[in-house]
T-cell receptor, first 113, second 116 residues
Framework: AQSVAQPEDQVNVAEGNPLTVKCTYS??????LFWYVQYPNRGLQFLLK??????LVKGSYGFEAEFNKSQTSFHLKKPSALVSDSALYFC???????????FGRGTSLIVHP | DTGVSQDPRHKITKRGQNVTFRCDPI?????LYWYRQTLGQGPEFLTY????????KSRLLSDRFSAERPKGSFSTLEIQRTEQGDSAMYLC??????????????FGEGSRLTVL
């Protein structure tokens, strides 16, 4: 079985400050990890992924995520938040032997001017 | 535009009616997924096709739900005898199979169903 937890329903940050959106996962095999963003009334857009290799992965719009195997975490980060980053963020995981990702409940990121 | 397209974007229907949603994936993608999303929740997996074969269905997919992908291109999701609990956003996504595939999904804009 595979599962994802996003412990924060909402994250508030001031523009220009660093942001972190948390994600922990559980899989039986090697994890394939993803972050997606969803703007109001839109579909999900892929941001970045971790499959193997360097634990720090970089993605779209200046976002990055750090894979931590011992803590089974894959937190999304950005050094300097923009108001336009305000959206819903979803973490997803799949086992390397599966083609079906499981999504977390999502975290609403609000960046204040 | 070569993205995933879904139609209709919004459907309002009365309880007991049948509805059908269509998804056109990215043309070179041979995997197609249907997910359901309700307010405050993440997408929940419904079913998955590789080419025309439906390889997996969630237990969420009751007998009233049926999905097809007859020629391995577009897909339809039909809900028969709709109930108010079926009100949700129905998301379609596609991905490719290949040596470099790492499985990220490309989503459409979704089809929002409202059952009165």
């Amino acid at each position: 079985a595979q599962s994802v937890a996003q412990p924060e329903d909402q994250v508030n940050v001031a523009e220009g400050n660093p942001l972190t959106v948390k994600c922990t996962y559980s899989v039986s095999g090697n994890p394939y990890l993803f972050w997606y963003v969803q703007y109001p009334n839109r579909g999900l857009q892929f941001l970045l992924k971790y499959i193997t290799g360097d634990n720090l992965v970089k993605g779209s719009y200046g976002f990055e995520a750090e894979f931590n195997k011992s803590q089974t975490s894959f937190h999304l980060k950005k050094p300097s938040a923009l108001v336009s980053d305000s959206a819903l963020y979803f973490c997803a995981v799949r086992d390397g032997g599966s083609y079906i990702p499981t999504f977390g409940r999502g975290t609403s990121l609000i960046v204040h001017p | 535009d070569t993205g995933v397209s879904q139609d209709p974007r919004h459907k309002i229907t009365k309880r007991g009616q049948n509805v059908t949603f269509r998804c056109d994936p990215i043309s070179e993608h041979n995997r197609l997924y249907w997910y359901r999303q309700t307010l405050g929740q993440g997408p929940e997996f419904l079913t998955y096709f590789q080419n025309e074969a439906q390889l997996e269905k969630s237990r969420l997919l009751s007998d009233r739900f049926s999905a097809e992908r007859p020629k391995g291109s577009f897909s339809t999701l039909e809900i028969q005898r709709t109930e108010q609990g079926d009100s949700a956003m129905y998301l379609c996504a596609s991905s490719s199979v290949g040596t470099r595939n790492t499985g990220e999904l490309f989503f459409g804009e979704g089809s929002r169903l409202t059952v009165l």
